[in-house]
């Protein structure tokens, strides 16, 4: 296919996201949509009627061909790709995380565009890395690399087991596997849940956490796979 213009991409875009909301496209609509005049969609769907990549009768509904919806929807993955990776993993406004991938997405190389993909693939098959990696990397934003130099040292060896009745402390990471792990997590104990410790029985076994409001109790050595900061 001949390559198109970002902006013809963006047209071919809006028509297919029109098009599964609205079950038709129009003109009004498109116009809308991308926030440009009337004329300006007009000229738009004769060039890309002329690639064959749209079915348009005079005042009639616009339709993709299969040609169309095949880039139309490549763009719209593509968009859809970046925004997850500009949300949800740096953190972005939803609405500045949009256009800037709307902007992004004609530019990238299909290289570039697969090594996003198998880098939130990767973080998506793990969730309890996912936070993990986005609640430091939020940490990180917010408070600068000097303030989190100190948590880069001990966070490997501090344990809710440390932590004395009253304290609080935000969950890093969890070093338990199998069962154990899908426990605590499903106990709602997540990377970057804060967790406060009640009281601990007088052997030492078990400890009374608070947990979003709930009360839990953990055995030791539970507590002892939970690595967490300070807060």
């Known amino acids: 296919m001949e390559a198109l213009t970002p902006s013809l991409e963006d047209y071919l875009e809006a028509i297919w996201t029109i098009s599964l909301r609205d079950k ?29 990549l749209i079915k348009h009768e005079r005042y009639g509904y616009i339709e993709l061909t299969d040609q169309g919806a095949l880039k139309a929807k490549e763009v719209d993955e593509h968009h859809k790709l970046l925004f997850t990776l500009l949300n949800e ?10 256009k800037d991938a709307c902007k992004i997405e004609h530019h990238l190389s299909k290289e570039t565009i ?4 198998q880098f939130i693939q990767f973080l998506e098959e793990d969730q309890e890395e996912k936070a993990f990696f986005t609640s430091r990397f939020k940490d990180f934003v ?31 990471k969890i070093k338990g596997k199998g069962n154990l792990k899908k426990r605590l997590l499903d106990m709602g104990i997540v990377p970057g849940t804060e967790i406060q410790l009640k009281k601990v029985a007088p052997l030492g076994d078990p400890v009374d956490i608070l947990v979003k409001g709930y009360h839990l109790s953990l055995r030791k050595g539970e507590a002892r796979d939970i690595l967490l900061e300070k807060v």
Do not use: Y
Not at 29 to 47: E, F, Q
Not at 145 to 165: C, I, N, Y
């Open 24 to 52: 038709v496209a129009r003109v009004k609509d498109i116009a809308k949509s991308l926030r440009v005049s009337t004329p300006s969609v007009v000229n738009a769907l004769n060039v890309l009627l002329e690639k064959n």
């Open 89 to 98: 993993i740096f953190g972005i406004n939803a609405g500045i995380a949009s």
């Open 114 to 117: 697969k090594r996003i993909e």
């Open 142 to 172: 917010e408070k600068g690399e000097e303030d989190m130099g100190d948590k880069k040292v001990s966070k490997a060896d501090f344990t809710l087991r440390d932590l004395k009745p009253g304290e609080k402390g935000k969950v890093i």
